[in-house]
């Protein structure tokens, strides 16, 4: 008691010398549930997160100012589905319209910011708020994303565009958020677009240093702070509902103790912000499941808190995200803006750069995105077909249960210990089991809708009529292309997809296991194409497809096999490319280069590879006539392999030990010369003697033909692996371009941040390291070297013209702790990544940069399909089955969305509320006949001349090749808002830029006339007329 006394004395002084108002407290109970990490989604739910749901529900209905945020929509919507009695239900109906129960973010989980993709992003998103918005009517208004390593500039835009009213964030630079910790900065109003500025900006809140949780030491106890619900159990919750290490109860006795920790606590946070107002996270990891514990000691603990709120100078009260944010918009502070300025890399000491998780688990980050993009070419082509085919065979239903199974799969892998692959080895295994099963079920309905548009009447490929045996599947590391899994017939159909709305003419690559091929499209007519022998295996061969196709557009091929050289018809038209080995070079014969040069040749460049090396020597760039010395291969870093020798690298940090040494000794050369397509083929052995090689380069230097084919694309696929334990390897790119160490890399494939090379007194190498989603480049007055990728990598410029990709890491040490959490990352799999590297000058590069990336995302779709009914020269005679029509964009907009979402809520908000209260389920179809579109620009303000500017385009004339639209409406990013109706909040901010949402545009616009500016998203529902083809 005496204690206590003094105490109060103490906290009395601190309110005399500071407000006299008692600092209002939010206190705001949360569970941070990780789909994923160290258990499965299914682990997870058993021990723990049903039971979060299940008695918090309960709880809040006992008391009416008890507060509970839902973040993670995936464990919740598991909850709803599966666990939840009607009574919880209705329950939480109840809490939702009460504001006791808040939807914060929305997403399926709390996507990771630094290796995710805006597609994916915005679907997790789309996924969870169209749940949410249609079972209880609410739309999610702010974030929380207190989680992901690092924030990304691109997450408020995202947040912005999906009608948010502030995001949070809480991992950022130790030393920064110190230093706003100490200036109050730590909340300002973030432009995180340079292009769409205050038209999209947003408030952000960063997280004092205490983070998410409640703080965990408790000066007068052993137990782990304010936790009364203890530690959850695995893999059962335990019978007697007594869990380890729970708090000790709050009572007579302990009550004042409790007090003075907490509102000690809260006076020190209280210095750091702007306003009176304290944001009290309750909560941490795997809390709230066992919340009756919990709240039964919040309670008496609060209410003793605001007894003595005179003498504490505190009161307290529980709150959901949006009562804070009420209460500090309704403050009318006028806030700094930032830039768009992000924050990655991340660090949370000075030796510990959260930068190696850009590289972690390469191959699952491959698998991740190979399965987002074909999502979104089955969406596009079932959208195409349930306009085209209202009442075509394939059951509807059938269909939208494979796309959702994908979206969610997809969705789950976003999770910030998901992609990021920071998980344990089950988990990892999880995501990709997930993923695969829901990319095989929709390869079969991209196989069912491939064939139908050609010929409505069949009904040969309907679902459950395929033959058992024939089903197609992605091969993990297989970029795109898909194989039959059965034995070769001599014939072999296969449609091939454009899901990009732009023409194309691309070369497509199907592995086959003949030596001897022709193609022939649709009609008969043969079409160009080359055969050799696979640069990653000797029984297979790599047979090019010059494939020409419209903007959405399909055709069906035949590939005729043959064991002889070919004879026929046809054959004319495919090239037998065969390589010329060279001598294997062991890297010390290397030292006098450039004095026998090989070179290769396209329409763009000159090519010269060194016979002393092996290695790349320099790349001509003939439009600019400038010869850029160039060299290419593997350097590695050997981590440290013992923490006791300092610090380490693992799943999330980079820790060099050093500078990176080669990682070959050898190399050896094999160019296949081709009409088509070159390849180089580098293969890098450890030892000069080994028997194989550890890494490899295969270029493919394309052959410029056809108006569309473009020659700049140097495809680069890379093997990798098994690495040795406790080595991490990055690919280099030397070249004799001045840019002091200045390189740009995308956040999330949405826009480019430049990235100057930054010293520190410790771990300027690791803190030099960036995500690079989709794109890297480095420049200098004149030319730029750029690579856009298939996946997300590290990416750090280390030296004056240079570019190192961390392509991929094995890691084993710190035994104790990542044995504890099973959490090594001995990641002994063989990566094999694509790259685009490009040379130019700096105005060609920006035009052609952004449309790389997308199309590197997104190259046509290879589906093999049953022969068709009738051959191909009957449908000569016929003149042909005519293509399904094209559809295409300007070069600048880029086709993001185009699904159907099977939603059942009515685009009028009233209306929707109306049904939702009524608690009747009167739509309980999904609606099919709602499109969801969304278009962007991709290019920033001035940063091309023409293709920067405005693009008007009529909607009714874009889409008509899938049929007549007859209304479009426009909604917020995930499609919950009408746009018209969305006012979100209007942070003051010191320059006090007014917002002009119509600032690029001029005048109104005519009906299904939309124009799209510089960097915008814009989302509609479009319904078109039906069954019109
Ligand atoms: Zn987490």
New binding site residues.
């Given amino acids: 008691m005496r204690h206590f006394a003094v105490v109060l004395l103490f906290l009395c002084r601190c309110c005399a010398a500071g407000q006299n108002e008692p600092i209002q407290t939010f206190v705001i109970p949360h569970s941070?549930m990780?789909v994923g990490?160290v258990y499965t989604v299914q682990e997870s739910m058993h021990a723990y997160a049903a039971n979060v749901y299940t008695s918090v529900t309960e709880e809040l209905s006992k008391a009416a100012d008890r507060r509970f945020i839902a973040v993670e929509q995936e464990f919740f919507r598991l909850w709803w589905d599966t666990v939840a009695t009607s009574s919880h239900k209705k329950q939480v109906r109840q809490h939702v319209k009460e504001g006791r129960l808040e939807f914060i973010i929305g997403g399926q989980v709390?996507h990771d910011e630094a290796v995710t993709d805006l597609d994916d992003d915005i679907l997790q998103m789309t996924e969870g708020h169209g749940f949410l918005y249609e079972t209880f009517g609410v739309r999610p208004q702010f974030s929380w994303h207190v989680?992901p390593f690092g924030a990304s500039a691109t997450t408020p835009v995202l947040f912005a565009l999906a009608g948010f009213n502030a995001h949070l964030v809480s991992r950022i630079d130790y030393d920064r958020k110190d230093a706003m910790q100490r200036n109050k900065k730590l909340q300002f109003v973030w432009r995180g677009s340079p292009t769409l500025k205050e038209k999209q900006q947003i408030f952000t809140h960063t997280m004092d240093q205490f983070s998410y949780c409640t703080p965990s030491h408790l000066p007068f106890s052993n137990s782990s702070g304010f936790y009364w619900n203890g530690v959850a159990l695995f893999p059962d919750p335990p019978k007697d509902g007594v869990y380890p290490n729970m708090s000790l109860p709050v009572t007579e006795e302990t009550v004042q103790a409790y007090a003075k920790t907490m509102v000690e606590n809260i006076k020190l946070r209280a210095a750091w912000f702007r306003t009176n107002h304290v944001l009290w996270p309750w909560g941490c990891?795997k809390q709230f499941y066992n919340s009756s514990v919990q709240f039964n000691n919040m309670d008496p603990l609060m209410k003793y808190i605001n007894q003595n709120s005179k003498d504490l100078g505190v009161t307290v009260q529980y709150a959901t995200l949006s009562e804070y944010f009420q209460a500090i918009y309704q403050s009318d502070v006028v806030w700094e803006p930032r830039g768009s300025e992000d924050f990655l890399p991340y660090s949370t000491e000075p030796h510990q750069a959260w930068t190696g998780f850009y590289a972690s688990r390469n191959v699952l980050k491959g698998v991740a995105r190979q399965a987002s993009s074909r999502l979104h070419a089955a969406e596009s082509l079932f959208a195409r077909y349930r306009v085209g085919f209202p009442d075509g065979p394939v059951p509807r239903d059938w269909a939208l249960e494979r796309l959702r199974a994908l979206r969610w799969a997809v969705s789950e892998v976003q999770h910030?210990?998901g992609i990021t692959g920071t998980e344990s080895p089950k988990v990892a295994d999880m995501y990709l089991q997930h993923l695969s099963q829901a990319a095989a079920g929709v390869d079969e309905l991209l196989a069912a809708l491939a064939l139908l548009p050609h010929s409505p009447e069949k009904t040969a490929s309907v679902p459950g009529t395929r033959r058992r045996g024939e089903g197609v599947h992605i091969l993990p590391e297989d970029c795109g292309m898909l194989m039959t899994s059965v034995r070769q017939p001599l014939e072999r159909h296969v449609v091939i997809y454009n899901p990009l709305a732009w023409n194309a003419t691309a070369v497509v690559n199907v592995t086959v296991s003949f030596p001897t091929a022709a193609v022939f499209d649709n009609v008969g007519k043969p079409v160009r194409a080359q055969i050799q022998r696979s640069a990653r295996s000797n029984v297979t061969y790599d047979l090019f497809i010059v494939a020409e196709l419209g903007g959405l557009q399909h055709r069906r091929y035949l590939i005729r096999f043959s064991e002889e050289k070919c004879s026929g018809g046809g054959c004319d038209w495919t090239y037998e490319a065969e390589g010329v080995t060279f001598e294997r070079r062991n890297i010390r014969d290397g030292r006098k280069t450039g004095r026998r040069l090989l070179p290769v040749m396209n329409g763009c460049y000159e090519l010269m590879f060194d016979q002393d090396t092996n290695l790349l020597h320099s790349i001509t760039h003939l439009q600019e006539k400038r010869r850029v010395r160039m060299t290419q291969d593997f350097w590695q870093y050997d981590a440290n392999g013992d923490i006791k020798s300092g610090p380490i690298s693992d799943n999330y940090i980079f820790s060099a030990n050093g500078s990176a040494v080669r990682a070959y000794e050898a190399v050896e050369m094999e160019i296949v010369p081709g009409r088509i397509v070159t390849e180089i083929r580098q293969r890098f052995y450890r030892e000069e003697g080994d028997k194989d090689y550890t890494y490899s380069i295969t270029t493919r230097v394309p052959e410029c033909f056809g108006r569309r084919r473009p020659c700049h694309r140097l495809e680069q696929t890379c093997s990798l692996g098994p690495l040795h334990l406790n080595t991490e390897v990055v690919l280099r790119t030397s070249s004799c371009l001045r840019t002091n160490r200045t390189l740009y890399t995308d956040d999330n494939g949405y826009q480019m941040m430049k990235r100057t090379h930054r010293k520190f007194t410790n771990n300027t190498l690791a803190r030099n390291y960036f995500p690079m989603v989709r794109a890297a480049y480095i420049q200098d007055d004149v030319s730029r070297l750029a690579l856009v990728s298939d996946r997300a990598h590290g990416v750090s410029s280390q030296a004056d013209g240079q570019l190192e990709v961390m392509l991929h890491r094995r890691l084993r040490n710190n035994l104790p702790w990542n044995l504890g959490y099973n959490l090594t990352l001995d990641d002994s799999s063989v990566a094999t990544p694509t790259l685009w590297m490009t040379l130019g000058s700096i105005g060609v590069a920006s035009q052609l940069g952004q449309r790389d990336a997308v199309e590197l995302q997104h190259r046509p779709v290879v589906l093999p399909i049953d022969p068709p009914e009738r051959s191909w020269q009957e449908e000569e005679a016929r003149g042909g089955a005519p293509p399904v029509r094209s559809v295409v964009l300007p070069p600048n907009l880029h086709l993001l969305s185009l699904s159907i979402p099977g939603w059942n809520y009515s685009s009028d908000h009233d209306v929707h509320l109306r049904h939702v209260n009524s608690g009747e389920d009167l739509h309980p179809e999904p609606d099919y006949d709602r499109v969801l579109l969304r278009i962007m620009h991709l290019f920033e303000e001035g940063e091309d001349p023409e293709l920067s500017k405005p693009v008007a385009i009529n909607l009714k004339h874009v889409l008509q090749g899938i049929g007549e639209v007859k209304k479009l409406e426009e909604r917020s990013l995930t499609g919950t808002w009408d746009i018209s109706r969305l006012q979100r909040w209007k942070w003051k901010t010191a320059d006090d830029l007014k917002t002009n949402n119509n600032s690029c545009r001029s005048g109104g616009e005519e009906p299904f006339t939309v124009t799209i500016c510089a960097k915008e998203i814009r989302t509609f529902f479009v319904h078109f007329a039906s069954g019109n083809f």
């Fill in positions: 941070h990780d990490w709390m989680d990891d910030h210990d």
